[in-house]
């Protein structure tokens, strides 16, 4: 049996059809009307809430656990636990864009691209000079060998005038001819992020960056994390394909209104860089992270691969390259790779260095001229604004900068100065240096007790959910429907996090035998890397103290390696140098990380 489902979002009105007993966000995805589902629709996280504005129907145990009274009253269900019995009509969240990171730190780049474009003229034969036209076609290319296509090209052109060959100089091989005379040539470098994707559009005759289109990784819908998504995936090759359909789908929309926008033809896009975690890269092509999930955590694949366009669905020149930098582990993917090259490796000489990206999963790089230690810590979500209680992404709306000044007055900053909407990263970060610093919180972590807190802190204090809170913003305040607090569930994910991220560096210094002191620079990598406050992860011991002045935030890391690998097919055999040297630490294994997580969990 049939029923009807009414959905408004951004004041649209949609009128969708589904099964009796289907679940609401099923038929919400497959009508892509995409939630936020950090969880994965498992029904752990409560972000995927939806305003019933037909007969409301009971609510669930699991949802009075995850949903204020004040949602449950105003008609808030979770559609992960809806199940359709009858016809219905929801409203759903707006669609809301992320605050995406797209610059990275400064670095010349040599322009020395692997495609080029040859425009040259053939000789006519004659009977005293009866040469082929390939062989006429390879001493103007400066080339040895041609594919089968561009031979066929070659065979319908008219020779009488001007050529365009499109070489690929590594090979010295033709892969292209056409008739005339067109020197437009363009490549992309793509960081495929678990949360974003950022694609840079370069022009290859002069290396200048043209334009960049960014959008939320819409493989979100099946996980905030990899791990979700791998999870989703368990047992079932059509839903890797799903991860990796989605992920195509909209990086081919990206590669089209960046052609529109600067009005080039996707034939004279010739190259495609790719960099992403390991995890991602596997669902990129269409394989099972599977390996990666459980011990040994082996990935299928760490070397660049190198792909040509129709095998990836990617809407490009058929004739062009694709190219997913190697990564290293299956954790240290080619993001870190790209960071690397950012930072630019050769320039250690008698110094150390680190380099962190803080997500999900902590990846970390301790390096001199010598020596490069990488290692990977899950310091879980809570970063990215998952498995915390008014936590979300880096949208508009989102506090990003948060101070007590002084007897519970407040400063606060919200991404776009849009009303305050819950607690990103960067903010969540502020709030407990802030909680700390004015004495709501012990180095335990916990909240003192009201007969241990001055009148202006305990009138800040609250319940909720069973958990002793911090009312970060009051209704009033934010001029807002309902007051945004950090419980003490929240703070003890971010010290699973902080613990993490710290003991990983502890571990990486030990193995080197050096100290804080020794290092000359620490590069911050990534979204939260590059917004976070310094002095506030020091102050809640996520980095040391001993290395705030040294802090660098490097933005983009990732895009920016990716753009010099596109540019410069010398960075390839570099790579090869870098990752011949690397000493990765598995953590998981390794008693002195055990010893300094639960050390480091502490403030």
Not at 355 to 373: F, R
Not at 417 to 426: E, H, L
């Amino acid at each position: 049996m049939e029923h009807q489902v009414i959905v408004w979002q951004n004041n649209e009105r949609k009128v969708l059809t589904a099964d009796k007993g289907q679940n609401l966000l099923e038929v919400l995805y497959q009508n892509d009307t995409l939630l936020d589902t950090p969880c994965g629709g498992q029904g752990h996280c409560g972000k995927c809430k939806v305003k019933v504005l037909s007969t409301l129907f009971p609510v669930s145990s699991k949802e009075e656990e995850l949903l204020s009274e004040k949602e449950v009253e105003n008609g808030f269900r979770l559609a992960c636990l809806t199940t359709i019995t009858a016809d219905m009509e929801v409203k759903v969240e707006d669609d809301v864009e992320l605050d995406i990171l797209t610059e990275g730190i400064n670095q010349e780049i040599d322009l020395d691209s692997e495609i080029k474009k040859v425009i040259f003229e053939i000789e006519e034969p004659n009977l005293d000079d009866q040469r082929d036209f390939l062989t006429r076609v390879q001493e103007k290319t400066n080339t040895k060998r041609i594919t089968l296509k561009a031979l066929q090209q070659l065979d319908q052109v008219d020779k009488r005038g001007s050529l365009t060959a499109v070489i690929n100089t590594a090979r010295q091989e033709v892969v292209g001819i056409k008739t005339g005379k067109n020197n437009q040539l363009y490549g992309i470098a793509a960081d495929i992020g678990t949360t974003t994707v950022v694609l840079y559009l370069i022009d290859l005759n002069t290396g200048a960056e043209v334009d960049t289109y960014s959008f939320n990784n819409p493989q979100k819908i099946f996980g905030a994390d990899v791990i979700s998504r791998v999870n989703y995936t368990l047992g079932s090759q059509r839903k890797v394909e799903e991860l990796q359909e989605v992920l195509i789908r909209e990086f081919n929309d990206g590669i089209l209104s960046l052609a529109d926008k600067n009005e080039i033809e996707t034939d004279d896009l010739l190259t495609v860089i790719f960099v992403g975690n390991t995890i991602m890269l596997h669902t990129l092509i269409g394989l099972s992270a599977e390996s990666i999930a459980k011990a040994p955590y082996t990935p299928i694949f760490t070397e660049e691969i190198e792909l040509k366009p129709n095998q990836l669905g990617v809407n490009i020149n058929s004739t062009g390259l694709i190219k997913l930098l190697p990564s290293i582990s299956g954790y240290i993917g080619s993001d870190i790779v790209g960071d690397m090259l950012a930072v630019n490796f050769n320039s250690f000489v008698d110094s150390w260095n680190l380099i962190i990206d803080i997500g999900t999963n902590g990846e970390m790089v301790l390096a001199n001229q010598d020596n490069i230690y990488t290692c990977a810590t899950a310091a879980g979500p809570a970063f990215e604004g998952a498995k915390i209680t008014f936590g979300v992404a880096g949208i508009s709306g989102a506090i990003a900068e948060y101070k007590i000044i002084e007897q519970g007055k407040i400063e606060y900053q919200t991404i776009n100065n849009q009303p305050a909407k819950g607690i990103c990263g960067s903010g969540l970060l502020d709030i407990v240096a802030e909680l700390l610093t004015a004495g709501f919180l012990n180095n335990k972590g916990a909240f003192y007790k009201d007969e241990e807190l001055e009148p202006w802190q305990q009138e800040r204090m609250t319940e909720y959910r069973g958990f002793r809170s911090y009312i970060v913003l009051t209704a009033d305040e934010a001029g807002i429907e309902e007051d945004i607090l950090v419980t003490q569930k929240d703070i003890r994910e971010v010290q699973l996090a902080k613990g993490a991220i710290a003991a990983g560096i502890e571990v990486l210094l030990k193995k080197a035998n050096i100290d804080y002191e020794i290092l000359d620079n620490l590069y911050l990598a990534g979204g939260f890397g590059n917004y976070l406050d310094p002095h506030s992860a020091c102050v809640i011991n996520l980095l040391p103290e001993e290395v705030e002045e040294k802090i660098i935030q490097i933005g983009n890391g990732a895009g920016v390696g990716a753009k010099m690998y596109l540019m410069d097919q010398r960075i390839a055999s570099y790579v090869d140098q870098l990752r011949e040297q690397v000493d990765y630490i598995e953590l998981s294994s390794s008693s002195d990380f055990q010893k300094e997580f639960m050390n480091l969990m502490e403030f």
